[in-house]
């Protein structure tokens, strides 16, 4: 049987380095590819050397979702795999009126449209007693990071979501992984104007991440050297973290 994954954000940086990894390692592969660019993804779509169907969509709208959910079941049937990794970056501030609306777009990507993500397939999977949730956070969930208030806790938000539902389908044959990479290079990561230590190719996250979903991992972060600074931001006391991070690099305020 062909393994069917169903990818969000694949229109461009790690989404699109995913769908071709995949296509790469097994040309029976079946890929839906969401985002909301149409010409992106029909030039992928086009690209790949295995089946795939592009499917314009928003994430952050479910009656949008579900029409591209029906639309991939109804030609090729419950996916294996379903990766919602599509989201959106930008520096926020408390102090500016004006970013109250842009948090609030924050969240509709990176919370609710994994959210939208998942629940047209959640209940016929538990029906077919099958499938895998994957959800893409990121290091920069693990602490409150001066100047990207709402990247950071949309992510945080993001990693107890899915560590709950790991465990609401803890007894149905549903797996649950979360991810948290560290810096990849794509077009959020082109726009910061600062060192990002360990930062890799899509491509290199792209297999990383294809590894941690073949073993079914709960939560991984990479790279190595990441998950040892994850671990030990996480259990930094707060008048340390918070010296260390007060003069820590600044996200630009344009949404990407
Ligand atoms: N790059 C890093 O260093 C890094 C590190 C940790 C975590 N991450 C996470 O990895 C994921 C992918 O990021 P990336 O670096 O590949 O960024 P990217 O190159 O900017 O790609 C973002 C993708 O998300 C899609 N997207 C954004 N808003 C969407 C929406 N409302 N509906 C549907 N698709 C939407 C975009 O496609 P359209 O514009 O076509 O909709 C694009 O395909 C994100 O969740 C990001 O937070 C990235």
Not at 44 to 55: F, Q, R, T
Not at 114 to 124: D, E, R, W
Request: proline share 4%; glycine share 6%; charged share 20%.
């Amino acid at each position: 049987m062909p393994k069917k994954i169903f990818i969000t954000g694949a229109s461009a940086g790690i989404g699109k380095a995913l769908s071709e990894q995949y296509a790469l390692l097994d040309k029976n592969t079946v890929i839906g590819l969401v985002g909301r660019n149409k010409d992106n993804l029909l030039s992928l779509s086009n690209s790949l050397p295995c089946k795939s169907i592009a499917l314009v969509a928003d994430v952050s709208n479910i009656k949008s979702m579900k029409k591209v959910v029906n639309k991939f079941i109804k030609s090729h049937g419950l996916p294996d795999i379903v990766i919602a990794n599509a989201g959106v970056s930008s520096g926020t501030l408390l102090t500016i009126s004006s970013d109250i609306e842009k948090i609030k777009k924050i969240f509709d990507t990176n919370f609710h449209g994994v959210i939208n993500t998942f629940h047209p397939f959640i209940n016929k999977f538990i029906k077919s007693n099958q499938g895998h949730l994957v959800a893409i956070s990121s290091v920069a969930g693990i602490r409150g990071l001066p100047g990207a208030g709402a990247y950071s806790a949309s992510k945080a938000a993001l990693i107890n979501y899915m560590e709950s539902i790991r465990v609401e389908c803890h007894s149905i044959n549903v797996n649950v992984t979360t991810i948290l990479p560290g810096y990849v290079k794509s077009n959020m990561t082109d726009a910061n104007d600062y060192p990002m230590p360990f930062i890799m190719s899509s491509d290199k996250a792209a297999k990383k991440i294809i590894n941690i979903i073949s073993k079914k991992k709960r939560c991984a972060i990479f790279p190595w050297q990441m998950a040892i600074i994850g671990r030990l931001m996480h259990i930094l006391p707060s008048f340390i973290w918070d010296l260390l991070a007060k003069n820590g690099p600044k996200k630009k305020r344009n949404l990407i």
